[in-house]
């Protein structure tokens, strides 16, 4: 078999190896996974030696055809799944598959990782240098304006554009029965009025000038809403005897910035003085009062815009403001307009020099002759017109005065004015009853529309019984078991109190010896009872 091979076929190419760290010489014998030497029969798992087939999983030898999943050898086209060893790369002649790269040749894959990857590395420094500017943008947003959460001291809101809705409609959202709420605006700013009496009295009582750059960082610490001159001037004109403004210099400020020949406004509390001589202190009883006495100060301004708000209804009402308890229910509290600030001391402006005669009235027996001419002869130049007169536009024509609003009566065509004046009063002295109500009058009125809904519960209880008279613990324990609401034993004994003062002859309570017992006349009409108690409430309501 050698001889009709011939010499050439004799040795096996070093291409032929299966491969690189088990090469078969020749003659040796092929074990399972040992390629085979020249002459040896390859088997089913044995890479093919010279001349022998090659098999689905064998390697083919020089010359042999290429299965499908054969490596090529030398001069045996490479296939396009093949992978190729470090002996199998493709020898001069053969032809390159297209996965199988060139000797002498860097390796596609890798270059392709190389260039993703400097991608990869260029945009992350493109990314990482946009996010360097935009800190460094908001940094300096911030050094420039302090970031406020929210910047709620002065709510001025664009032309046209309404207030927020929980400004506008602060005054409903408040817990307990409604009263004299004050609106938010005032609210923010009896707050504002509180921690700044707070730290002007601490930097008083250390004997430290208070100024404004000091007390505005606190406050808006404090509050968290932006504190400026225009809140103080607020807080000076609802309250002008609480401090004492001014302008000086020479206040150290220990600031970048601001230099201690600038001019800083100052504020110093006004108390009263004390009875040994001494230096009068801002106590916390003092503060208590002062912030009393601000808060009274803004009621009596809501007041004021609501007495000019019932003035304006048809017809005018008018409530003393010792029984004002309640606003208006069309009284828009929330929408009152803002407190105009005081005027507060301003540094005095520099003298500046405009014209050559202010130069020359502030020079004159300071400076030569010639220059004192020289300046004469510039303000004369510059005294004269130096175009003529342009005619005055003519003055625009005043715009009339609005007109108030008629009040539409093409909706109640047909109805006599009479019955319209009787409801109008009516429903006049059902806004005024409202608004002059006492609490004790309004915790009345809350029991009386709970009792028809309790007097069908105590029916229920006293024929599940079967009992002519119960103990007022037993009848209060099953009912505050079954209302609808939270209520204590003793508010419910406090309803039945009521309910037994209303109906004598339905309910009645009879005291023996230590205990209080309730007895209850069934065979009444339920409906009526229910009806009597939902009467009483309306008149009372009124």
């Not at 929330?334 to 050559?356: F, G, H, N, R, S």
């Not at 009787?422 to 009853?433: I, N, P, S």
Request: aromatic residues 4%; proline residues 13%.
């Amino acid at each position: 078999m050698c001889s009709l091979l011939g010499p050439s076929h004799q040795v096996s190419s070093p291409s032929s190896l299966a491969s690189p760290g088990s090469p078969a010489g020749p003659g040796s014998p092929a074990g399972p996974d040992i390629p085979a030497g020249p002459g040896s029969p390859a088997g089913p798992d044995t890479p093919a030696g010279p001349g022998s087939p090659a098999g689905p999983d064998t390697p083919a030898s020089p010359g042999s055809p290429a299965g499908p999943d054969t490596p090529a050898g030398p001069g045996s086209p490479a296939g396009p799944d093949i992978p190729a060893g470090p002996g199998s790369l493709a020898g001069p002649g053969s032809p390159a598959g297209p996965d199988t790269p060139a000797a002498g040749q860097p390796s596609g894959l890798a270059a392709l990782d190389t260039v993703s990857e400097l991608q990869s590395c260029l945009w992350q420094a493109r990314a990482l240098g946009e996010r360097v500017q935009a800190l460094k943008a908001s940094a300096r947003k911030d050094a420039e304006t302090p970031s406020m959460p929210e910047a709620e001291g002065r709510p001025e809101q664009p032309c046209g554009e309404p207030l927020p809705a929980y400004q506008r409609f602060h005054a409903l959202a408040q817990p307990g029965p409604p009263g004299l709420v004050l609106p938010y605006k005032y609210q923010v700013l009896a707050e504002m009025f509180r921690s700044m009496d707070t730290v002007v009295g601490m930097l008083h009582n250390r004997s430290e000038t208070a100024t404004f750059a000091k007390v505005k960082r606190a406050v808006q610490d404090m509050t968290r809403k932006r504190f400026e001159e225009r809140s103080v001037g607020q807080i000076k004109a609802v309250y002008p005897a609480s401090y004492r403004f001014r302008q000086e210099r020479g206040v150290p400020t220990f600031k970048d910035g601001v230099k201690r020949s600038d001019y800083q406004l100052t504020i110093e509390p006004l108390l009263d003085q004390e009875a040994d001589g001494a230096a009068p202190q801002l106590t916390a009883s003092r503060l208590l009062q002062r912030r009393q006495v601000f808060s009274q100060r803004l009621l009596e301004r809501a007041k004021e815009h609501h007495r000019a708000f019932l003035a304006s209804l048809s017809p005018p009402m008018e409530v003393p403001d010792d029984q004002l308890t309640r606003w208006h229910p069309r009284f828009s509290v929330d929408e009152v307009p803002d407190i105009e600030p005081a005027a507060l001391p301003q540094p005095p402006a520099a003298e500046k020099l405009a014209t050559a005669q202010e130069v020359l009235a502030r020079a004159r027996g300071l400076v030569s002759p010639r220059m004192e001419k020289a300046l004469s002869e510039l303000a004369l130049r510059s005294a004269k017109p130096s175009s003529p007169a342009e005619p005055s536009s003519p003055a625009l024509p005043a715009s009339p005065p609005p007109t108030p609003p008629t009040t539409p009566t093409h909706a109640l065509k047909g109805v006599s004015q009479d019955l319209l004046e009787r409801v109008r009063a009516k429903e006049a002295q059902k806004q005024l009853a409202q608004m002059t109500r006492r609490p004790e009058q309004e915790q009345r009125l809350q029991r009386l529309e709970r009792l028809p809904e309790l007097a069908r519960l105590l029916r229920g209880v006293f024929v599940s019984e079967r009992k002519p008279a119960l103990t007022m613990a037993a009848v209060c324990a099953r009912m505050v078991g079954s209302y609808c609401a939270t209520m204590s034993p003793g508010e419910m004994e406090k309803h039945l109190l009521l309910l037994s003062e209303l109906l004598p002859d339905w309910l009645s309570l009879h005291h023996v010896r230590t205990d209080t017992y309730v007895k209850l006349d069934k065979a009444a009409d339920l409906a009526g009872v229910t009806a009597r108690l939902a009467l009483r409430a309306r008149a009372e309501g009124l």
